[in-house]
């Protein structure tokens, strides 16, 4: 079955400094991975996903990804944080192949805190 | 602004009252998921239909719950009866087959008392 962790529940950075949030995998089959975002009280926002075209895979509100086998790794990063960051972020992969379409294993989650 | 919409949006109960939550997904998208939301468990997927035929509800306490999709523009999560274990947040998602991405509404939030 497919897995990811999420390493930190909690992240705390600067205003302005760099974002890293990890997330590792584990996946009998080749995956499709996503990272979600969720501000409070909201639904889950999709920011990127991994579909196997490219290894960079570029989202919205400046995030980016690297899809990378060897490290069986999917972390998200930002290079300058804004206050407006401040959500919990979800890494997702998807149950079976071909896409979420047969739904997603969401990690536990990880929190970020931008400190001003 | 295509968006997969809920009711209610909250909701708080009685323990042993019946509970139903809805969900219209986004037209055109033939696959719906139920997610529910805890601090313990995280995301956890219930159940989830295709062309409004379920496909797999294992996540979801069959005693208890139950879901279905009278048409395609509407799925159903029942709680009958509700416990205090229930209070969570309930998540809709739909997606189309083939595409990958699945798209979540804004919850529904159940506090069973």
């Known amino acids: 079955a497919q897995s990811v962790t999420q390493l930190g529940s909690h992240v705390s950075v600067s205003e302005g400094a760099l974002v890293l949030l990890r997330c590792n995998y584990s996946?009998?089959?080749?995956?499709?991975l996503f990272w979600y975002v969720q501000y409070p009280n909201q639904g889950l926002q999709l920011l990127l996903k991994?579909?196997?075209?490219?290894?960079l895979v570029k989202g919205i509100n400046g995030f980016e990804a690297e899809f990378k086998k060897s490290e069986t790794s999917f972390h998200l990063t930002k290079p300058s944080a804004h206050m407006s960051d401040a959500a919990e972020y979800f890494c997702?992969?998807?149950?079976?192949?071909?896409?979420?379409?047969?739904?997603?294993?969401f990690g536990k989650g990880t929190h970020l805190i931008i400190q001003p | 602004d295509a968006r997969v919409t809920q009711t209610p949006r909250h909701k708080v109960t009685e323990m042993g009252q019946e509970v139903t939550m809805r969900c219209q997904p986004i037209l055109g998208h033939n696959t719906v998921f139920w997610y529910r939301q805890t601090m313990m468990q995280g995301l956890e997927l219930l159940a989830y239909f295709r062309n409004r035929a379920p496909l797999d509800d294992s996540g979801m306490p069959k005693d208890r719950f139950s879901a279905e999709m009278p048409d395609a523009t509407l799925a159903t999560l029942k709680i009958q009866p509700s416990e205090p274990r229930d209070s969570a947040v309930y998540f809709c998602a739909s997606g189309l087959e083939g595409v990958g991405t699945i798209y979540f509404g804004e919850g529904s939030w159940l506090t069973v008392v």
């Open positions: 996946s009998s089959v080749p995956p499709y």
């Open positions: 997702a992969v998807s149950r079976y192949s071909g896409g979420g379409a047969d739904g997603l294993t």
């Open positions: 991994y579909t196997s075209a490219a290894t």
